[in-house]
């Protein structure tokens, strides 16, 4: 492809120009790999985009997608059902966290925030407390690119080009990450729990009576992987509750396995009210999230008329056939293969194996949870992110691929991962870390 055919795909979060000076071209998948139109392959090290949770290429899903176009296209989801939709519901209820049993699809992890954020409003309402409209994300948080997770997230290129557009009356709690006390924790870090009381704060400043809720991803990924100090989210968890708040756990990266359990909410022993999700649920190959809410929630929503639409939301493409045809088959692939009790199988190893990296040059906190690491860099003075972006690229002409997170090397592979791929992956990474 030359330049002049790259032009028209105005990339997302990408440097275009860099781009199309020196493309990156992904042609083909299979498994734990990667190749290259010009047919190098490449370890994938972050399950395409923290995605891919069953190995790429799964005939399974191939099948039930094709199958599934060919019986039916498209089905309305207003006013219309299909039946792979009320199946996939069921899917999802049957390894969510007890309690949590009714089910709203979406198409991506931002469609997912924004329609909770909605759901948490009009509850709120239909409670009879309708000044509880006030919303609390989290400093570097990342719920996505629409309006409401705009705001809600923590991260400021997202957000410093639509200030006026901001949704009005949201705060952001502390983020966790504490290097002088939590470097190189394996696991949770032990320091920081207090930090959710800093809720508390917002309760004495606003008055519990006009939030409706804190939204917080169990495991920060897009960040740079911030795992939650030992009992952060127990303690957000009995805030929330004391104070009439809802809990969102934005579960679109730790949903699906990625900690050693369906849902980051059971593998940190914390129920919120409602968890959004996404990536994993389709093995990343059509597009699609969801939200899933405790039944109290869609209780308080079936109480009008009944001939009345209780939730005045969705999207054309919501439940979309194709898309359940796919989730249905990738959970059958998690539950059949047991991949979520893999991940707890292989965690120490990959645990070792990442933290190995500790001493290299230029490495100030190595950190991991499940299938998920990180590594941090001290960034070159002037120059922040460049040190994480270049080894980004470093390591895709060494033949893995990772990502960058300023100057973060996260990494998040397949739940299929085996140990010699760990070896790989960290040893090419170590290799490239002690060139820089
Ligand atoms: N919430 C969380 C916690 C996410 O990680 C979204 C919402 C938005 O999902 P969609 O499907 O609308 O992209 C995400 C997505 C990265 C990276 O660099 C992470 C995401 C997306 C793109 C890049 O780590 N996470
Ligand atoms: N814009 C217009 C003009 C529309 O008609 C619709 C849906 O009918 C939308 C936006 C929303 O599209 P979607 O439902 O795919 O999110």
């Not at 001939?307 to 059949?336: D, K, Q, V, W």
């Not at 190893?349 to 001290?378: C, F, M, T």
């Not at 691929?401 to 140990?419: N, Y």
Request: proline share 6%.
């Amino acid at each position: 492809m030359n330049r002049e055919d790259l032009e028209a795909h105005w990339m997302p979060f990408t440097a275009n120009r860099h781009f199309k000076a020196k493309p990156r071209i992904l042609a083909r998948a299979k498994g734990m790999h990667y190749w290259t139109d010009d047919g190098r392959q490449i370890l994938d090290g972050v399950a395409g985009l923290w995605c891919v949770n069953a190995g790429h290429g799964r005939p399974e899903i191939t099948n039930a997608v094709a199958k599934s176009l060919e019986e039916m296209d498209f089905a309305p989801p207003f006013n219309m059902g299909h039946p792979q939709a009320f199946a996939l519901a069921n899917a999802v209820k049957k390894i969510a966290p007890a309690g949590m049993d009714h089910v709203f699809f979406v198409n991506s992890g931002s469609e997912a925030v924004d329609t909770s954020l909605k759901i948490a409003l009009q509850y709120h309402r239909l409670k009879g407390e309708g000044t509880r409209t006030r919303l609390i994300g989290r400093e570097r948080g990342y719920h996505g690119v629409n309006l409401g997770g705009t705001t809600v997230g923590g991260m400021l290129p997202n957000r410093k080009a639509w200030s006026p557009v901001m949704v009005p009356g949201v705060d952001h709690l502390p983020h966790t990450h504490d290097l002088a006390k939590n470097a190189f924790s394996r696991g949770q870090p032990e320091h920081g729990a207090n930090l959710a009381g800093d809720l508390e704060k917002l309760v004495a400043l606003h008055d519990a009576s006009n939030i409706a809720a804190v939204i917080v991803e169990p495991i920060a990924g897009s960040t740079g992987v911030l795992v939650p100090p030992k009992g952060y989210l127990q303690k957000l968890r009995e805030l929330c509750t004391k104070h009439g708040i809802l809990l969102i756990f934005d579960e679109v990266i730790t949903g699906f396995g990625r900690t050693g359990s369906a849902f980051g909410a059971q593998e940190f022993g914390v129920t919120p009210d409602i968890i959004t999700c996404a990536k994993g649920l389709t093995n990343g190959s059509v597009p699609m999230g969801a939200v899933i809410v405790k039944k109290e929630i869609y209780d308080t929503f079936m109480t009008g008329p009944e001939g009345a639409i209780e939730l005045f939301h969705g999207y054309t493409y919501s439940s979309h056939p194709t898309a359940c045809a796919a989730g249905l088959a990738t959970l059958a692939i998690y539950e059949r293969d047991g991949l979520f009790q893999r991940v707890k199988e292989i965690a120490p190893y990959w645990q070792d194996a990442v933290h190995s990296l500790k001493g290299l040059p230029g490495v100030i906190d190595v950190r991991n949870y499940g299938l998920v690491a990180a590594i941090e860099y001290e960034p070159i003075a002037g120059s922040p992110g460049a040190r994480g972006f270049n080894t980004f690229l470093k390591a895709y002409d060494a033949g893995i691929l990772v990502r960058a997170a300023g100057d973060i090397t996260a990494m998040s592979p397949p739940l299929i991962i085996e140990k010699s791929h760990i070896d790989e992956l960290i040893g090419t990474l170590g290799k490239v870390i002690k060139a820089q």
